[in-house]
């Protein structure tokens, strides 16, 4: 069996970095559907420009800011223009945040006649997400675009051709906890038992490498200030990344809270900054204070900073959240929290 491949290769690469300064006033002023537009910027011989659209660029996408790599028209009518391009969002030293990053997942050709000469990402970033980061500094935030022009494709010829599928190693490690088949370590949970295995954890958290990797450490453990359900759910994503898909939105904020405390405690930044993402997408008034406590005490400062924009975004949601019994917790175990509050206030009033 044979088969070919079109393979295509860069010809000229370029990017371009459009700085977005007084932003509040950006929104307030352009109208959803609008745009403002950076000046020209030149890769591979063409004219390119970068519309910014501070309200979406349409109605369906007015919680987002939208953008659209554009190239002139002109050029665009005298030869076809294939282009793969990235926008993203830079953080404070000026490099690209993963988390706010759209790839186009593929060459656009935009060839004449009536071509569309942009190429839109709709759904670039949430105006909250933006707001809430530490990404925006001083009302303004910066947008990088990478462009690639693609030569004309050349042919590969192959001698054979194999589908290959997806990774699945996840799904061989979760039968492994499913079946207990080789654990050698048992946790003793909330009066539940869960068998696991001492080289996955160890190789997955430091602290579980300390505490029973030991060729001398006992085959059971107690665990005694977590839940059997977030046990449950930690060696889960021990063994396959996957976070647990719980509902109602109380269930669902609650098993966040007792992950994000098991990752601080295990050192697992990938679950932490996991949970941290999932309790923002899920602040309400009726545990925004806990959720800030927790935010506090384990070191999170950009969910603490999504909170604290939620608090100061509407009078209704701090009187609702002070009115919690969340809240005076969280003035008795962080005094300190309602003196970072008040100054945030008073910055925004």
Request: a negative charge.
């Given at each position: 069996m044979s088969t070919?491949?079109?393979?295509?290769?860069?010809?000229?690469?370029?990017?371009?970095?459009?700085r977005i300064r007084g932003y509040s006033h950006s929104k307030a002023v352009v109208a959803t559907g609008q745009h403002v537009v950076s000046c020209g910027f030149h890769v591979g011989g063409r004219t390119w420009r970068i519309n910014c659209y501070p309200n979406g660029s349409t109605m369906e996408h007015a919680d987002w800011i939208s953008v659209a790599l554009i190239v002139e028209p002109e050029a665009a009518a005298a030869t076809a223009v294939n282009p793969w391009c990235s926008f993203s969002i830079l953080d404070v030293d000026g490099k690209p945040?993963?988390?706010?990053?759209?790839?186009?997942?593929?060459?656009?050709?935009?060839?004449?006649?009536?071509?569309?000469?942009?190429?839109?990402?709709?759904r670039f970033v949430r105006r909250f997400d933006l707001e809430s980061s530490a990404?925006?500094?001083?009302?303004?935030?910066?947008?990088?675009c990478d462009i690639k022009l693609m030569r004309a494709p050349s042919l590969r010829l192959e001698e054979s051709f194999l589908d290959v599928p997806e990774p699945d190693l996840h799904t061989h490690l979760a039968r492994l906890l499913?079946?207990?088949?080789?654990?050698?370590?048992?946790?003793?949970?909330?009066?539940?038992?869960?068998?696991?295995?001492?080289?996955?954890?160890?190789?997955?958290s430091p602290v579980f490498k300390a505490d029973i990797s030991s060729s001398t450490a006992?085959?059971?453990?107690?665990?005694?200030?977590m839940d059997a359900p977030a046990?449950?759910?930690?060696?889960?994503?021990?063994?396959?990344?996957?976070?647990?898909?719980?509902?109602p939105q109380d269930e669902v904020t609650t098993m966040a809270q007792h992950l994000l405390v098991a990752a601080d405690r295990y050192c697992m930044e990938r679950l932490k900054l996991a949970c941290e993402d999932k309790l923002c997408r899920h602040l309400d008034t009726s545990t925004a204070a806990t959720t800030l406590a927790l935010a506090e005490q384990h070191h999170c400062p950009r969910l603490k900073e999504a909170i604290f924009a939620f608090l100061c975004s509407s009078t209704a949601n701090l009187r609702a959240v002070v009115a919690t019994d969340g809240y005076e917790h969280l003035t008795s175990s962080c005094p300190s929290i309602t003196k970072e509050l008040v100054a945030k206030l008073a910055a925004v009033l």
């Amino acid at each position: 069996m044979s088969t070919s491949t079109i393979v295509p290769r860069a010809k000229a690469t370029g990017h371009h970095i459009l700085r977005i300064r007084g932003y509040s006033h950006s929104k307030a002023v352009v109208a959803t559907g609008q745009h403002v537009v950076s000046c020209g910027f030149h890769v591979g011989g063409r004219t390119w420009r970068i519309n910014c659209y501070p309200n979406g660029s349409t109605m369906e996408h007015a919680d987002w800011i939208s953008v659209a790599l554009i190239v002139e028209p002109e050029a665009a009518a005298a030869t076809a223009v294939n282009p793969w391009c990235s926008f993203s969002i830079l953080d404070v030293d000026g490099k690209p945040v993963p988390a706010h990053t759209s790839t186009s997942y593929g060459i656009r050709g935009f060839t004449p006649p009536g071509c569309n000469y942009g190429w839109a990402f709709h759904r670039f970033v949430r105006r909250f997400d933006l707001e809430s980061s530490a990404h925006l500094v001083n009302d303004g935030f910066a947008i990088r675009c990478d462009i690639k022009l693609m030569r004309a494709p050349s042919l590969r010829l192959e001698e054979s051709f194999l589908d290959v599928p997806e990774p699945d190693l996840h799904t061989h490690l979760a039968r492994l906890l499913d079946t207990s088949e080789g654990a050698d370590v048992e946790f003793k949970v909330g009066g539940e038992t869960f068998a696991a295995h001492r080289c996955i954890l160890a190789a997955r958290s430091p602290v579980f490498k300390a505490d029973i990797s030991s060729s001398t450490a006992g085959a059971s453990v107690k665990i005694d200030d977590m839940d059997a359900p977030a046990f449950q759910a930690l060696l889960r994503f021990i063994y396959t990344e996957a976070l647990p898909e719980t509902t109602p939105q109380d269930e669902v904020t609650t098993m966040a809270q007792h992950l994000l405390v098991a990752a601080d405690r295990y050192c697992m930044e990938r679950l932490k900054l996991a949970c941290e993402d999932k309790l923002c997408r899920h602040l309400d008034t009726s545990t925004a204070a806990t959720t800030l406590a927790l935010a506090e005490q384990h070191h999170c400062p950009r969910l603490k900073e999504a909170i604290f924009a939620f608090l100061c975004s509407s009078t209704a949601n701090l009187r609702a959240v002070v009115a919690t019994d969340g809240y005076e917790h969280l003035t008795s175990s962080c005094p300190s929290i309602t003196k970072e509050l008040v100054a945030k206030l008073a910055a925004v009033l």
